[in-house]
């Protein structure tokens, strides 16, 4: 039974897929642009009542009909906003409006209804078939989009997945096409489908497709030569498509090398947020905070409840939770020190004591607040997805913004200390408490204020982390171990060399990862750390001169 | 570069392997009369030189003054001496036989060093009596430590200390609470437990009174002979009251040598150091 | 035994420590195997376990005490020694298991079997001897704090920095013992151990056996501690931890003495780790874990630096309110404790061991 | 005396053994609460041959010796008839000798490598035949999948289950080269080089799934990345085994719509019993933004299978219950009834869902009938030939046909 | 200006100070004596506000300043020049001056020259590290630390301790200058006679925690020294 379910299965797949790519390419009329309504009618028919299989089809078919309305319920089909309203009788296109309420236009002429309760809607599910027939019918409606850019996007992803016979296709798409990148798009399309062709085109013409297919990075294109390299039968083809591959796997090794220095940046980037914060309170203050943790997880679950009480604006709700996360820590952090730790200067060893316990109580709390499980937190739109360089080079957004970030709070944080009085204060308390009294510095109130700003960064550096993992009570725990360790090695006191301790320690790491497997790289960093602490025994940066001793 | 060259960059060169350092250095070999040879030393600290192409000699059995204004290397060079900074260049033997500069610190508090530091350090939560009884002379190897007890001898020269530096009734207190001059003899006690050969004392009156340095000028004196003393001391009084050679440094170098009312009136040390009103007095 | 005396001369804390221990090793095994379960003296199994499991991790906070306390090397990394000594324990324990695994191989461990290694590794031979396996406790322990700590102390690695560095070690070490390729059983690690000596270990014979051991192991290793800090080095020790240089300057060789210590301090932590492991019944690699180490100072501290037997009660206590809150508040006993941490630091800054000083007692006549 | 005895004799003590802190405080707690319930709602029915349930509930603290301690105290001290709980393979592992030296019952309701068997465990989780091999057939047989990242967190499940895995899939002739094992540690949160890595495999024009048994937490960076570098379900669909409607409730699920989960249960499952099941949960836990899942689903059927096995025996004796309880048949959530089989291990169907935006599956295969928990994997060389019996004559737990031995056996 | 009375202090068990009274008068300079470990420095720490005080009361011009952090006493004029320098050995020489700037009575934008008039070595050596200076040069960066506070009452505790002849005998200049010409209260611990006589216009001795003279320093004479400083 199961095997006939499957098969049967695998046969609806295939034939879904083919058909959205090629079943019809012999069917002109799409090209040709001519508007077949009735289709158009009958796929919509299809897509409120059919199961998966049918919707397949009628995607197909709206794919193939040429009407102009197609794109956009197709699009919103795939971003899953296209609803049935039982209300009207037809397909609209929903957005909840942040009131609960659905508001939702006419999918068919665009008219705008009045919001309905999303009761009142029924969701066009889809699967996972569905919507990569879905992205490869957009695909095709889109190369004849107004908008080049647009056009460039589809025809890479078609890329490669022409087949042979759609060659005349794409020649038809050539001759209206201006646009110089589109163009050297199709080209590249129309010498893929030369070389798929087996046999049946000629060398010469494999030859110049190998010309036109040259420097491009495409997968489609490696796979295309690796295919050559490996069956065909001319050996000039051969011998051409192995070098066009070498160059292509060395260009591809040198993005590699890129890729991977920006992973271990970035990478970098995290660490040296989550230990910059320590760098206060640790390297300056003295305190052994092992809540730290704990105030980078006040921070994560500040932008969690910031996103909760704006649901309609993730973005903005994270804009606003790094301020809001540097007051909640830091407010936290000085109630902290007014509390506990101002009775224990002077005993270092101590604060890790009563920091450990408070990390205790911090913890549960937050799990007594928000329950054990983790939260989540949404990336705003424009920090997700990747900013694509070339087909093997995407760089990730999130990450370039939190490399930026990490950077930001970097500077702001030591032109603070170098430049104002406080931070001035704030050093010399560390280093004298009972003279810096003597000399009119307000102790109390400059450690409370540290602390506090220690702290906050700390918040601060948890709206990031939020961007990044789970926002969960183990949150703190995950990072206090690597912040110390980035502290130590950099050295303590230091803020410099929290920042390069931390990034070296990332790429490090990421150089390691793909030799070693990422659990033998962490143990190879951490038994590096320990060799470097005794050629270095005060860190990268020791602190300089006789007192230092 | 060889790779044992590579090898040895990578340890620090100041250490060697523990049992290759043979557990009493060499005799101390004084045929010359020379305790300690300074020669041509240089340290400098980003640049910036602090001891400069230095020559020294004290000889057996001298007490000898240095001064100098401040920041021209007199502590710098107790700290090339003990073990603590090691100079760019030059040499420094102790006797004939230790060259000082191959040697870690407790190495040469060993072969016959001691050391009072210009800030009094103490072992502040330890009563002054295990002050005294850590700095005792003896074999300081672990094995011994664990196992060493008290003697009757030993607790007499304890006791004997104890009333040379005026602290008795404080034998039971933690040195932690001595005030600054109580310090300062504690220290002094405890350099004499070490019984070194050559004693470096580093300002040893600073914050006493009169009657106080008087006594520990008569101290000094009566160590003189049986050991080498080298004094820092600014105290003018203090210095003439135990001066028979005087070195003066400046910038790092020798700037005049010599017994004491010579120096006094080198218009080269009043100019940079003494200043009118002192030699005058 | 004259010397016993000796060493506790100033101790009475110390003395009421000791012979509260030997009324235990006696008392309580005779309990649990001559009453019946009604009777109302009887100790039960549990309870017996339990507290051998404290005595033992008394016996790991004294030997973070001598570090810590008396030294000044607050090690964040002496769940490493512990757990060594207890993967070497358990190895002797796995390789007892004999064919009576579920895969009933002869000599391969049921994780090896089942990850298809074909032969046993180099570094498991030998652990069928309990000698040997004695013998590795002892010795993997010691010989990493030995080589750590020359490395360490020659470089003059000091502070915090030390204080990291001990915790990176056990943190890598935990990280490869996570890892099934070592060959220690990864995450899940060495369970369901059958015998020891040929003593069944879920007999309350064997397990009384383990109680005694405990108890006699944490009464030697607080005399051998408390002879060691009633010497001159135990004084020289306070000395580095206050005034490293000036030790030097007056002759001791600092990077020895502390070399010493912290050796000998990770052996207790071994030896610890190897009577602990039979008896809570698994030794896996979160033994390893920061926190756990972390956990260990914050006990001494509880009790109280620098006394010793402030190491045994902070040890007992928080282990024994962990033990009833677990129960008791399973869903807020964090709160309790964490408060509990920081009242103690705040109210009690020489811990309990502090409150007993003050008491007539036990006051004035500890040495310092 | 009359209140004295009856007092002690109404009640029957019920163990319940979740970390309520530390790393396993996230899954675990639910499970509590879970427990909570359905004891709960037997004493709301009567409770058990007319006494009341008693829950006992303690806290293990995600510390592996504790929970043998606790264990032990359970058993030993509160004198509980049965215990729910555990959720890490080493916590099973770490309290199975007690259950065993002390003869008490453990259930376990949560996926778990397999290759165990024990008189005194009840294992309601799904064995690896019943979640990964189900979950790679369709991958191979209804996506058409051809090459196979198999990342895993590194212990015991990840890597027997791809032990399993890569044998079955070698044997279905896939290629050593069409076959990547990663695997990273706890808590893992840097997924940049092995996302890219895996794009990386999945470019080579066959198409490409992941097989994930990553554990816990470190599945949340996993498909942040996954997310953001691109890999959407279309273009490399992610199978996971440890991703629940709980894990999703953590997650912003937009950029992880269609990636599969193959479990035994979905929250989404359109029974009349799940329905009820759901609103109990949400009365009871009082908030009706929670989910369920799995592992829940497996304490109900343990619990259930439990008090009728009490039922049918008369009495809470652990050996009677042993007995009683092989054969029992209880309904489980997804519509059908489970059974106990003879190696304690439970038959399940096996479900398939996609991930949708609101957090929840949407069932997209299930298997025909139902699927019976093996203990001995027939894909791994020592245990091939094992099998697992509990009932009288065998009574064994591990034993090998072919040298007709049952190991481990004094 | 400064007065003390009744004042005592406490280490714990142990009675340091026993009903001390002190009285400094506006634009003088006082010199306190004694042996060592009498308490001198502890009680310029309790009128610094460095030290807790059991009984007894402070006062400045007409405020009680008895209770008031240290801090407070700094704004209000005090500056301290404490015994072991107490430099802050990680700043360097100028942010070690910096620090009274912001604090201070008169905020002033940048280090008053007459600081560097003085002590021309703070010049020469204002980017290096305190803790890397010689003893005499911390010594000296101390007195200008202070005086960047522009203090009415200064609180020097044995200022010449470690500093070379020529540079004592301007430091007695410079503080005849400051009680002269400025108007600057001094209250000193000082132990060699010599330099007392020089500069002080008045002297106190204190005895195991006592006052035991109090006088115009033209009234010490040598039986005081041999009675109340000899040992
Ligand atoms: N680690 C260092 N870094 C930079 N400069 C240093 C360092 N150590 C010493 N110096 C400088 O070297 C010079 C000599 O210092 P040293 O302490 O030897 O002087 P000194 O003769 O003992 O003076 P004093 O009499 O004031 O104690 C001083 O100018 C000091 O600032
Ligand atoms: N922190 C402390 N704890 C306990 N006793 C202390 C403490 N500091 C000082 N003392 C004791 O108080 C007494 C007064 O000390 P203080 O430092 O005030 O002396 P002093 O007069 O300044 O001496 P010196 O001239 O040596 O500096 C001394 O006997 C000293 O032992
Ligand atoms: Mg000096
Ligand atoms: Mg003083």
């Not at chain 1, 030591?414 to 009294?437: D, E, F, P, T, Y």
């Not at chain 2, 005030?179 to 070194?196: C, V």
């Not at chain 3, 020289?236 to 001791?252: M, N, P, S, V």
Request: with cysteine; glycine share 10%; hydrophobic share 45%.
């Amino acid at each position: 039974m199961r095997l006939t379910s499957g098969l049967l299965r695998k046969w609806i797949f295939c034939a879904a897929l083919l058909a959205a790519l090629v079943g019809n390419a012999a069917t002109d009329g799409v090209w040709a642009g001519t508007v077949d309504t009735a289709a158009f009618d009958e796929a919509i028919n299809l897509l409120v009542k059919g199961d998966f299989s049918e919707k397949a089809r009628a995607v197909d078919h709206l794919a193939r009909c040429g009407d102009e309305r197609a794109e956009p319920i197709l699009a919103a089909l795939l971003a899953g906003d296209l609803y049935y309203s039982k209300i009207h009788r037809h397909l609209v296109v929903a957005q909840e409006n942040g009131n609960g309420d659905y508001a939702i236009r006419n999918a068919l002429d665009n008219e705008r209804l009045e919001p309905v309760k999303k009761r009142k809607l029924k969701k066009i599910g889809i699967n996972n078939n569905l919507r990569s027939a879905l992205k490869n019918a957009l695909a095709r409606i889109r190369l004849t989009h107004p908008d080049a850019a647009v056009r460039l996007k589809a025809i890479n992803k078609m890329l490669g997945t022409f087949p042979p016979d759609a060659d005349g296709f794409i020649k038809g798409l050539l001759e209206t096409e201006s646009d110089p990148d589109v163009r050297n798009g199709l080209k590249s399309a129309l010498a893929l489908t030369v070389l798929q062709a087996k046999d049946d085109a000629g060398d010469a013409a494999k030859l110049s497709a190998l010309e036109q297919l040259d420097g491009n990075l495409h997968p489609a294109v490696r796979n295309a030569l690796s295919r050559l390299v490996a069956g065909d039968a001319d050996t000039a083809v051969r011998a051409r498509a192995a070098m066009m591959l070498k160059r292509i796997e060395g260009r591809i090794a040198f993005y590699g090398f890129f890729e991977t220095f920006f992973f271990g940046l970035s990478l970098g980037s995290v660490l040296v947020l989550a230990a910059i914060g320590l760098a206060i309170t640790f390297g300056v203050i003295g305190v052994i905070n092992m809540a730290h943790g704990e105030l980078i997880m006040l921070g994560a679950y500040t932008t969690y409840v910031l996103q909760q009480m704006m649901p309609g604006s993730i973005g903005t709700a994270l804009l606003l939770s790094v301020p809001a996360a540097f007051v909640v820590a830091g407010v936290a952090g000085i109630v902290i020190e007014r509390t506990i730790i101002r009775f224990l200067y002077g005993r270092p060893l101590e604060t890790l004591l009563a920091t450990f316990g408070l990390s205790l109580i911090l913890q549960q709390a937050v799990r007594s607040i928000f329950s054990p499980l983790n939260r989540s937190v949404a990336t705003p739109a424009w920090m997700s997805g990747a900013i694509q360089f070339n087909p093997v080079l995407a760089l990730t957004t999130n990450r370039v913004v939190i490399f930026v970030f990490a950077l930001l709070v970097f500077a702001g944080l030591s032109l603070l200390l170098k430049k104002s009085a406080i931070g001035l204060q704030v050093r010399a308390v560390s280093q004298n408490r009972a003279m810096a009294r003597a000399m009119g510095v307000p102790a109390a109130r400059v450690d409370a204020l540290t602390f506090g700003l220690g702290s906050g960064i700390a918040g601060i550096a948890g709206v990031a982390l939020s961007q990044l993992t789970n926002v969960g009570p183990n949150l703190g725990q995950a990072y206090i171990v690597d912040s110390f360790m980035v502290v130590v090695f950099g050295g303590v006191g230091n803020l410099w060399g929290t920042l390069l301790g931390g990034l070296t320690l990332g790429v490090t790491n990421k150089f390691l990862e793909p030799w070693t497997g990422a659990v033998l790289a962490k143990i190879l960093i951490l038994v590096f750390i320990i060799l470097f602490i005794q050629k270095r025994p005060q860190g990268l940066f020791p602190q300089k001169g006789r007192a230092a001793g | 570069m060889t790779a044992i060259e590579k090898f040895r960059e990578f340890w620090p060169r100041d250490q060697v392997f523990d049992f290759l350092i043979p557990d009493t250095p060499p005799d101390l070999d004084l045929t010359h009369g020379i305790i300690l040879y300074l020669e041509g030393i240089t340290v400098s600290f980003g640049g910036f030189k602090a001891v400069n192409d230095l020559n020294l000699y004290i000889g057996d059995g001298e007490l000898r003054c240095i001064i100098g204004p401040n920041g021209a290397g007199k502590t710098t060079i107790m700290d090339i001496i003990t073990g603590k900074t090691r100079p760019d260049s030059g040499s420094a033997w102790f006797g004939q036989q230790i060259n000082l500069l191959k040697m870690n610190e407790p190495e040469i508090a060993r072969a016959g060093i001691g050391r009072k530091f210009q800030k009094p350090t103490v072992f502040e939560s330890h009563t002054v009596h295990d002050n005294l009884e850590l700095a005792m002379v003896g074999n300081k190897q672990v094995w011994p430590t664990l196992t060493a007890r008290l003697n009757t001898a030993q607790q007499d020269r304890i006791e004997a200390v104890l009333t040379t530096i005026g602290l008795k009734e404080k034998i039971r207190a933690r040195a932690g609470s001595l005030s600054h001059g109580q310090k300062q003899w504690l220290e002094i006690g405890m350099l004499l437990m070490q019984r070194p050969k050559l004693l470096l004392v580093d300002e040893p009156v600073a914050g006493m009174t009169q009657q106080e340095t008087e006594r520990t000028a008569e101290l000094l004196v009566s160590l003189a002979g049986t050991h080498s003393v080298v004094v820092v001391e600014h105290d003018m009084d203090f210095v003439r009251s135990i001066a028979r050679k005087v070195t003066v440094l400046h910038q790092g170098s020798v700037l005049a040598e010599g017994r004491m009312d010579e120096v006094q009136n080198n218009p080269a040390v009043i100019e940079v150091y003494l200043g009118e009103a002192q030699c005058s007095a | 035994m004259t010397a016993f005396p000796k060493i506790l001369q100033n101790d009475r804390a110390g003395t009421v420590l000791i012979a509260v221990l030997l009324l235990a090793g006696v008392l309580v095994p005779l309990l649990n195997l001559s009453t019946g379960e009604a009777s109302p003296l009887h100790v039960s199994t549990y309870t017996m376990t339990l507290l051998g499991k404290y005595l033992c991790y008394a016996l790991l906070a004294i030997a973070v005490d001598m570090a810590w306390g008396y030294l000044g090397i607050l090690s964040l990394g002496h769940g490493a020694f512990f757990a060594l000594g207890g993967y070497a324990m358990g190895m002797y324990l796995m390789r007892q298991i004999g064919t009576r695994g579920v895969y009933g191989h002869p000599i391969l461990p049921d994780f090896m079997v089942f990850l298809n290694w074909k032969a046993l590794p180099w570094f498991w031979h030998g652990f069928n001897w309990f000698g040997f396996a004695l013998l590795m406790v002892i010795l993997v322990p010691g010989a990493l704090a030995c080589i750590f700590g020359w490395l360490a102390f020659r470089s003059r690695v000091t502070g915090v920095y030390l204080s990291i560095m001990t915790q990176a070690l056990t943190y890598a070490l935990m990280l490869a013992f996570f890892r099934n390729e070592m060959g220690f059983g990864g995450n899940n690690g060495l369970t369901d151990f059958k015998d020891i000596l040929g003593f069944s270990l879920q007999s309350d014979f064997t397990r009384a056996g383990l109680f005694v051991a405990s108890a006699l192991a944490l009464a030697a290793g607080y005399l051998a501690c408390r002879y060691i800090t009633g010497s001159r080095l135990g004084r020289l020790c306070t000395a580095i931890r206050d005034q490293e240089d000036r030790a030097r300057f007056i002759g001791y060789r600092v990077e020895d003495a502390k070399l010493w210590i912290f050796t000998f301090s990770a052996i207790l932590a071994g030896i610890a780790g190897a009577l602990y492991v039979p008896q809570v019944g698994i030794i896996n690699p979160t033994e390893f874990a920061p926190l756990a180490s972390i956990e260990i100072v914050i006990w001494v501290a509880v009790g109280g630096r620098a006394t010793l037997y402030g190491a045994v009660i902070g040890a007992l206590m928080i282990n024994y309110a962990k033990s009833v809150l677990t129960a008791a508040f399973p869903d807020a006993w964090l709160f309790g404790l964490g408060a509990l941490f920081v009242l103690v630091t705040i109210f009690l800054p020489d811990g309990v061991a502090g409150l007993l000083k003050q008491t007539r007692f036990f006051g004035k006549r500890v040495p310092s | 005396l009359l209140a004295g005895t009856g007092f002690a004799k109404e009640t029957i003590k019920v163990g319940v053994l979740h970390s309520l802190s530390g790393t396993m405080a996230i899954s675990e707690t639910t499970l509590k609460d879970t427990m909570l319930m359905l004891i709960d709602e037997q004493n709301k029915k009567g409770g058990l041959l007319g006494k009341t349930l008693e829950p006992v509930v303690v806290d293990p603290a995600s510390n592996w010796p504790l929970f043998a301690e606790k264990a032990r105290e359970l058993i030993e001290k509160e004198k509980v008839a049965a215990v729910f709980g555990c959720w890490t393979s080493v916590s099973r592992k770490s309290v199975l000798p007690v259950f065993e030296e002390l003869n008490s019952l453990l259930f376990y309701p949560v996926q778990y490598e397999g290759e165990e068997s024990s008189k005194n465990v009840f294992y309601t989780g799904a064995a690896p035949n019943q979640q990964a091999i189900p979950a790679v057939d369709y991958l191979m047989n209804n996506v058409g999948v051809k090459r196979w990242v198999l990342a895993g967190t590194d212990y015991v499940y990840p890597r027997t289950t791809n032990k399993i895995l890569e044998a079955y899939l070698k044997s279905k002739g896939v290629a050593a080269a069409d076959i990547m094992i990663n695997y990273t540690p706890f808590g893992h949160s840097d997924w940049q080089s092995i996302v890219s890595e895996i794009k990386k495999f999945g470019t080579a024009g066959k198409k490409t799934a992941v097989v994930s048994t990553i554990n816990g937490d470190a599945n949340v960076p996993f498909y942040k990345e996954l997310g953001n570098q691109g890999v959407t379900a279309e273009s490399i669909p992610v199978v996971a085994f440890s991703v629940g409607e709980e894990e999703l409730s953590g997650i912003d699920t937009k950029p992880l719509v269609g990636h599969l989960a193959a479990w035994n249960y979905f929250m989404s499952v359109d029974t009349e019993i799940n329905d009820t099941f759901i609103d109990n949960w949400l009365a009871f836990i009082k908030n009706d933004k929670r989910v369920t899942n799995d592992p829940m689903e497996a304490h109900f059927i343990g619990f259930n299978m439990w008090v009728k096995a009490v039922e049918k025996a008369g009495t809470t004796d652990p050996t009677a219950v042993q007995e009683a309880i092989i054969g029992i048949t209880v309904p489980n959530l997804s519509g059908g009834y489970s059974a106990m089989m003879p190696n304690h291990h439970i038959t399940k169907p096996v479900l398939i869902g996609e991930i949708q935006d609101d957090g929840q599956f949407e069932i997209v295969w299930r298997t025909k009938g139902l699927v019976v928990g093996d203990a001995w994997s027939d894909y791994l060389q020592g245990s091939k030939d094992l099998i697992s019996d509990w009932r009288a004559p065998l009574a064994c737990g591990n034993y090998n046909v072919k040298t007709g031995k049952c190991s481990g056996q004094q | 200006m400064l007065r003390v009375e009744k004042l005592n202090q406490y280490y714990g068990e142990s009675h340091t100070l026993w009903d001390v009274d002190i009285d400094v008068p506006q634009g003088e300079c006082t010199c306190l004596m004694g042996r060592n470990g009498v308490g001198k420095t502890t009680l310029l720490g309790c009128v610094m506000g460095l030290l807790p005080v059991r009984s007894g009361c402070i006062r400045l011009e007409d405020t009680d300043i008895t209770h008031l952090p240290a801090d407070r006493r700094a704004r209000l004029g005090v500056g301290y020049v404490p015994q072991g320098r107490q430099i802050f050995p990680l700043l360097t020489v100028e942010e070690n001056l910096c620090i009274g700037l912001s604090t201070g009575r008169e905020k002033l934008k940048r280090i008053p020259d007459l600081i560097f008039e003085l002590f021309p070595v703070l010049d020469e050596m204002r980017g290096r590290l305190g803790g890397d200076l010689s003893g005499g040069q911390q010594q000296q960066l101390a007195i200008g630390r202070a005086l960047v506070l522009q203090p009415t009452l200064l609180i020097l505790d044995e200022p010449t301790e470690g500093i070379q002849p020529n540079i004592v005998q301007e430091i007695g200049e410079i503080i005849r200058r400051l009680c002269a010409e400025m108007g600057m209260t001094v209250l000193l611990v000082e132990q060699k006679l010599h330099f007392t006589r020089l500069v002080a216009d008045r002297f106190t001795i204190l005895d195991r925690g006592r006052v035991v003279a109090s006088e115009r320093i033209e009234r010490l004479d040598e039986e005081m020294v041999q009675q109340y400083l000899t040992v």
